[in-house]
T-cell receptor, first 113, second 113 residues
Framework: KAGVTQTPRYLIKTRGQQVTLSCSPISGHRSVSWYQQTPGQGLQFLFEYFSETQRNKGNFPGRFSGRQFSNSRSEMNVSTLELGDSALYLC????????????FGQGTRLTVV | DQQVKQNSPSLSVQEGRISILNCDYTNSMFDYFLWYKKYPAEGPTFLISISSIKDKNEDGRFTVFLNKSAKHLSLHIVPSQPGDSAVYFCAASGRGTASKLTFGTGTRLQVTL
């Protein structure tokens, strides 16, 4: 069974640009969550999608948005990039039921210059 | 508002000894707890979980203990091995508004020879 796949693995963007990250969850999993990890910080929750609907949202500005498609694949978009957006962005897949473990992808390392 | 706290940023343990990583939480809605292990530039890997109806769960060298009255959980690794050197995150989830996985800031474990 394939794991969680995130593309691309690495990305360099310029301030002011926008970026789209992609995540393919484990087959059969309907929940996809996105997290941001910066040096010295834990995993900061961005949002969670379940069956194409946003189920939870973290405390990030509106420049951060996401969506989920009917095949459960998810994309995350960041507009008007700032230097502080440089981070490792992680996608996690869950079967969908409450109180189940989440499985993470390798992450996308975004550098904003 | 840090609902899941790991107060020790780092821990050093000799090979063969016990490693004890601690985690405290504040949200009474949490009823499912997990530990993840993370290497640099990779996604976290699920280790072990525990439901609030239990106070102990064991899987090989890893045991998680839950003290609900103290809102405290711990991960014991016995015996510790050099390959265990990584950052360990505890996470919690629950029902309703607490259904997303909330992570602590992590503890860096170094197992020395």
């Amino acid at each position: 069974k394939a794991g969680v796949t995130q593309t691309p693995r690495y990305l360099i963007k310029t301030r002011g640009q926008q970026v789209t990250l992609s995540c393919s969850p484990i087959s059969g999993h309907r929940s996809v969550s996105w997290y941001q990890q910066t040096p010295g910080q834990g995993l900061q929750f961005l949002f969670e999608y379940f069956s194409e609907t946003q189920r939870n949202k973290g405390n990030f500005p509106g420049r951060f948005s996401g969506r989920q498609f009917s095949n459960s694949r998810s994309e995350m978009n960041v507009s008007t990039l700032e230097l502080g957006d440089s981070a490792l962005y992680l996608c996690a897949s869950r079967a969908g039921s409450l109180n189940t473990e989440a499985f993470f992808g390798q992450g996308t390392r975004l550098t904003v210059v | 508002d840090q609902q899941v706290k790991q107060n020790s940023p780092s821990l050093s343990v000799q090979e063969g000894r016990i490693s004890i990583l601690n985690c405290d939480y504040t949200n009474s809605m949490f009823d499912y707890f997990l530990w993840y292990k993370k290497y640099p530039a990779e996604g976290p890997t699920f280790l072990i979980s525990i439901s609030s109806i239990k106070d102990k769960n064991e899987d090989g060298r890893f045991t998680v203990f839950l003290n609900k009255s103290a809102k405290h959980l711990s991960l014991h690794i016995v015996p510790s091995q050099p390959g265990d050197s990584a950052v360990y995150f505890c996470a919690a989830s629950g029902r309703g508004t607490a259904s997303k996985l909330t992570f602590g800031t992590g503890t860096r474990l170094q197992v020395t020879l």
